[in-house]
């Protein structure tokens, strides 16, 4: 799991406050993912970074904004959150060949909006 | 549509004896499957996958998984099961179809729980 790192690993915030989750990969991939964890519902892809662009956005609300500074780096900036938004958020990485590629994850961060 | 179904919410079996998660998948194109585990309060881990060739493919801890064609089915199998190989399993299918390339499709999970 040290290949992927995502800080904080708890998160508590109020529905008005604004955070930021970090994710770091140490393998040298290309591609980096946010995902949503909810209980009782199939992990969610939320983004998609193939060489630093954003290559997917599955209709995630705007309270939500990724951002992807360089390969090894993803953030995912958070803004007026809903209660329905406390999930676990994992992060991924992988080396893009073309649907072969093995995405290896991060810890996750647990956040809870109250 | 590319899709996964896990059928059991959760699978109960004896230390000792042979386990089987069950997974079967729709995709167009090529699939490419994977199985993960996760534990309590953990990420994915990555535990196996079949890209091509043979349709038993090995993995970490003494996991292996049948790739069947015809019953587009990939079930997780492990001879003898251990109480800590109790967690979350999730079944994932990609493809080489379209332009979502790459993107995982994860079922929903199958608590495994292993008693001793």
């Known amino acids: 799991e040290t290949g992927v790192t995502q800080t904080p690993r708890h998160l508590v915030m109020g529905m008005t406050n604004k955070k930021s989750l970090k994710c770091e990969q140490h393998l040298g991939h290309n591609a980096m993912y946010w995902y949503k964890q909810s209980a009782k519902k199939p992990l969610e892809l939320m983004f998609v970074?193939?060489?630093?662009?954003?290559?997917e956005n599955n209709s995630v609300p705007s309270r939500f904004s990724p951002e992807c500074p360089n390969s090894s780096h993803l953030f995912l900036h958070l803004h007026t959150l809903q209660p329905e938004d406390s999930a676990l958020y994992l992060c991924?990485?992988?080396?893009?060949?073309?649907?072969?590629?093995?995405?290896?994850f991060g810890p996750g961060t647990r956040l809870t909006v109250l | 549509a590319q899709s996964v179904a896990q059928p059991e919410d959760q699978v109960n079996v004896a230390e000792g004896n042979p386990l089987t998660v069950k997974c079967t998948y729709s995709v167009s194109g090529n699939p490419y499957l994977f199985w993960y585990v996760q534990y309590p309060n953990r990420g994915l881990q990555f535990l196996l996958k079949?890209?091509?060739?043979?349709?038993l493919v090995k993995g970490s801890y003494g996991f292996e998984a049948e790739f069947n064609k015809s019953q587009t089915s990939f079930h997780l199998k492990k001879p003898s099961a251990l109480v800590s190989d109790s967690a979350l399993y999730f079944c994932?299918?990609?493809?080489?179809?379209?332009?979502?390339?790459?993107?995982?499709?994860f079922g929903k999970g199958t608590k495994l729980s292993v008693k001793p």
């Open positions: 994932a299918v990609s493809s080489n179809y379209g332009g979502s390339q790459g993107n995982l499709i």
């Open positions: 991924a990485s992988s080396q893009l060949r073309g649907g072969r590629d093995t995405q290896y």
């Open positions: 079949y890209i091509t060739g043979d349709n």
């Open positions: 970074y193939s060489l630093e662009e954003r290559v």
